[in-house]
């Protein structure tokens, strides 16, 4: 079974790749490099011994997707190309908007075309807005979004069901993931953010490896356990398997929209993760107690139950792994 991957050299999107390879799928990758090398490429083929067709296209390009189709006889897609970063999603929204939308809008239009309708959507937490409450069931359904990063991906959800609803021969599952961390245990793949990070773990790698000097933690005042922040942080191996999950669900059940939470179901504070990082990799991560940033939530986690029930998918690795295999990477690549 042939599978299109865009943006398959990215973070999420190489591990998927590595995970497909190794369940036997025959997979294609379109990526355009703008947030991935090309390097990784060959780090896929280390890691499982397995070619992977490439093609360095925008997905916004129609007539390379059109080629890519043509070339190939793909059955299903999953769709990781995309623009991420929520505070550049604030001061340069039209990017993300064109990104984001015209890449998904292109990649469904070629697929009707050419009668392939198997579709896995990278979604996120952040579409279910400020519930009022921690714990986010898949039934809550899409809140108002605060940032335009954001409201791509529940654009594109809207999207999706309204395709479907006009033609239900379209199976869709749309994964809606917490925090991915962490990396492949080889240490030869894992996430490289450009310029000073936004986000926790990559910021903690740059200080415990010393290239940045001290963590800001935002705010010790929240009502949660030691006043920290609460996330779900997922590993990205086991986010990835959760796509294979997926994407038996959707070629098994057939038609329909499949909607799930991807995470862990347990919530783990900044100082816990900082606390957890010195203790497993024994690196001291220099941090102060900073104000709160603006936008933050104080605490929310998954419901992970749906996609146990229906995908048999559960994460298995832990805090500790997440932490180790991060800095594993870190290690393995800090002069690239
Ligand atoms: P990433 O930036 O590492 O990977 C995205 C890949 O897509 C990159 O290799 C980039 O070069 C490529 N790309 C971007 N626009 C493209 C285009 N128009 N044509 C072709 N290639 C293009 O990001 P990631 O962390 O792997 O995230 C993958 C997907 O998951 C994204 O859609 C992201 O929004 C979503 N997501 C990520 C997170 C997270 O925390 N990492 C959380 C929730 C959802
Ligand atoms: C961010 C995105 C969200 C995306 C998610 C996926 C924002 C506002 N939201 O979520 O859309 O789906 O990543 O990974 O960017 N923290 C610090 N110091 C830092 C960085 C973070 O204390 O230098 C704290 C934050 O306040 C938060 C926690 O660490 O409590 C996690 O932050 P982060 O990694 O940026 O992820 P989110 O904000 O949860």
Same mark, same amino acid.
């Given at each position: 079974?042939?599978?299109?991957?865009?943006?398959?050299?990215?973070?999420?999107?190489?591990?998927?790749?590595?995970? #497909?390879?190794?369940?036997?799928?025959?997979?294609?990758?379109?990526?355009?490099?703008?947030?991935?090398?090309?390097?990784?490429?060959?780090?896929?083929?280390?890691?499982?011994?397995?070619?992977?067709?490439?093609?360095?296209?925008?997905?916004?390009?129609?007539?390379?997707?059109?080629?890519?189709?043509?070339?190939?006889?793909?059955?299903?897609?999953?769709?990781?190309?995309?623009?991420?970063?929520?505070?550049?999603?604030?001061?340069?929204? #039209?990017?993300?908007?064109?990104?984001?939308?015209?890449?998904?809008?292109?990649?469904?239009?070629?697929?009707?075309?050419?009668?392939?309708?198997?579709?896995?959507?990278?979604?996120?937490?952040?579409?279910?807005?400020?519930?009022?409450?921690?714990?986010?069931?898949?039934?809550?359904?899409?809140?108002?979004?605060?940032?335009?990063?954001?409201?791509?991906?529940?654009?594109?959800?809207?999207?999706?069901?309204?395709?479907?609803?006009?033609?239900?021969?379209?199976?869709?599952?749309?994964?809606?993931?917490?925090?991915?961390?962490?990396?492949?245990?080889?240490?030869?793949?894992?996430?490289?953010?450009?310029?000073?990070?936004?986000?926790?773990?990559?910021?903690?790698?740059?200080?415990?490896?010393?290239?940045?000097?001290?963590?800001?933690?935002?705010?010790?005042?929240?009502?949660?356990?030691?006043?920290?922040?609460?996330?779900?942080?997922?590993?990205?191996?086991?986010?990835?398997?959760?796509?294979?999950?997926?994407?038996?669900?959707?070629?098994?059940?057939?038609?329909?929209?499949?909607?799930?939470?991807?995470?862990?179901?347990?919530?783990?504070?900044?100082?816990?993760?900082?606390?957890?990082?010195?203790?497993?990799?024994?690196?001291?991560?220099?941090?102060?107690?900073?104000?709160?940033?603006?936008?933050?939530?104080?605490?929310?986690?998954?419901?992970?139950?749906?996609? #146990?029930?229906?995908?048999?998918?559960?994460?298995?690795?832990?805090?500790?792994?997440?932490?180790?295999?991060?800095?594993?990477?870190?290690?393995?690549?800090?002069?690239?």
């Amino acid at each position: 079974m042939k599978i299109l991957v865009t943006g398959g050299l990215g973070f999420i999107g190489s591990h998927t790749v590595v995970e #497909l390879l190794e369940n036997n799928y025959e997979v294609i990758i379109v990526d355009n490099l703008y947030n991935s090398k090309i390097d990784v490429l060959d780090k896929i083929k280390k890691i499982t011994g397995k070619e992977t067709k490439f093609y360095q296209d925008d997905v916004c390009n129609k007539m390379a997707l059109e080629k890519i189709f043509k070339e190939n006889k793909i059955d299903s897609v999953i769709h990781f190309a995309g623009y991420k970063a929520v505070g550049e999603s604030c001061s340069k929204p #039209l990017m993300y908007y064109h990104n984001n939308l015209m890449s998904t809008i292109n990649l469904l239009e070629v697929m009707k075309e050419n009668n392939v309708k198997n579709f896995i959507f990278s979604s996120s937490a952040t579409i279910y807005g400020n519930p009022g409450t921690s714990k986010y069931v898949e039934e809550m359904g899409r809140g108002k979004t605060t940032n335009p990063y954001g409201t791509t991906k529940s654009m594109i959800e809207q999207i999706l069901e309204d395709l479907y609803n006009s033609d239900n021969e379209w199976s869709i599952s749309i994964l809606r993931y917490f925090n991915p961390i962490g990396a492949h245990s080889s240490g030869l793949i894992g996430e490289s953010p450009n310029g000073i990070p936004n986000n926790l773990m990559p910021y903690i790698l740059k200080v415990a490896s010393k290239q940045l000097e001290v963590l800001n933690v935002f705010g010790n005042d929240y009502p949660t356990p030691d006043g920290t922040g609460v996330r779900d942080y997922i590993h990205v191996v086991d986010l990835a398997k959760g796509h294979v999950s997926a994407l038996n669900k959707i070629v098994k059940s057939g038609a329909g929209v499949y909607v799930y939470n991807l995470g862990s179901g347990k919530g783990v504070s900044v100082l816990e993760l900082v606390n957890t990082f010195e203790r497993v990799n024994g690196v001291k991560v220099n941090y102060r107690i900073a104000d709160r940033r603006p936008g933050d939530l104080a605490e929310y986690y998954a419901d992970p139950s749906k996609a #146990l029930k229906e995908l048999g998918w559960k994460t298995e690795k832990t805090v500790e792994d997440m932490c180790r295999d991060s800095w594993n990477f870190m290690k393995n690549n800090i002069n690239e």
